[in-house]
C-alpha cells in the first residue's frame, strides 16, 4: 500500500531534502554510465555498483540504501518504457543524463514511518 504526501518542510529539512534529490540525480547517471559501458545488459551488475558508489563517494551513505537502489530500479523502469515505445513504432533514442532539478521525487519503501495526529499531520 503506497501512500503520497504533500510536505512542507522547514528551511533545514528543504535543504535535506534537495541534498538528496541532487544525491540520487548523481546515482541515477552514474548508474546510466554503467550502463552504457555494458555491451549485454546485466541489471544484477548495474545494481551492485551502488555499493561502490557508496565506496567510492562518501556523501552517499547520508542517503537511506533503499532510496539508492530505487534509482536502479527507475533507470530500468525508464528503459522499459523506451523498449515498449520502439516496439509500438515510435522512434526512440537513448536514455539521456538527468541534470540538476529532474529528481523532483523520491522514494522511501520501507516501513518504519507512522502518521502522527497533532494540528498540523507530521511524519516520524
Same mark, same amino acid.
Given at each position: 500500500? !503506497?501512500?503520497?504526501?504533500?510536505?512542507?518542510?522547514?528551511?533545514?529539512?528543504?535543504?535535506?531534502?534537495?541534498?538528496? *534529490? &541532487?544525491?540520487?540525480?548523481?546515482?541515477?547517471?552514474?548508474?546510466?554510465? =554503467?550502463?552504457?559501458?555494458?555491451?549485454?545488459?546485466?541489471?544484477?551488475?548495474?545494481?551492485? #555498483?551502488?555499493? &561502490?558508489?557508496?565506496?567510492?563517494?562518501?556523501?552517499?551513505?547520508? @542517503?537511506?540504501?533503499?532510496?539508492?537502489?530505487?534509482?536502479?530500479?527507475?533507470? *530500468? $523502469?525508464?528503459?522499459? !518504457?523506451?523498449?515498449?515505445? =520502439?516496439?509500438? #513504432?515510435?522512434? @526512440? $533514442?537513448?536514455?539521456?543524463?538527468? #541534470?540538476? &532539478?529532474? *529528481?523532483?521525487?523520491?522514494?522511501?519503501?520501507?516501513? #518504519?514511518?507512522?502518521?502522527?495526529?497533532?494540528?498540523? &499531520?507530521?511524519?516520524?
Amino acid at each position: 500500500m !503506497a501512500h503520497k504526501f504533500r510536505l512542507y518542510p522547514t528551511n533545514q529539512q528543504e535543504q535535506l531534502l534537495l541534498k538528496t *534529490f &541532487d544525491l540520487c540525480r548523481f546515482t541515477y547517471n552514474k548508474l546510466l554510465e =554503467k550502463l552504457n559501458k555494458q555491451e549485454k545488459i546485466n541489471r544484477s551488475e548495474i545494481q551492485h #555498483g551502488i555499493v &561502490d558508489l557508496k565506496k567510492k563517494y562518501s556523501k552517499l551513505q547520508e @542517503v537511506y540504501s533503499k532510496t539508492l537502489q530505487y534509482e536502479c530500479h527507475r533507470l *530500468f $523502469g525508464n528503459l522499459k !518504457a523506451l523498449s515498449r515505445l =520502439k516496439k509500438q #513504432g515510435h522512434k @526512440v $533514442g537513448k536514455l539521456r543524463f538527468k #541534470g540538476k &532539478d529532474w *529528481f523532483k521525487t523520491i522514494q522511501y519503501n520501507q516501513s #518504519g514511518y507512522k502518521l502522527i495526529q497533532t494540528k498540523k &499531520d507530521t511524519i516520524n
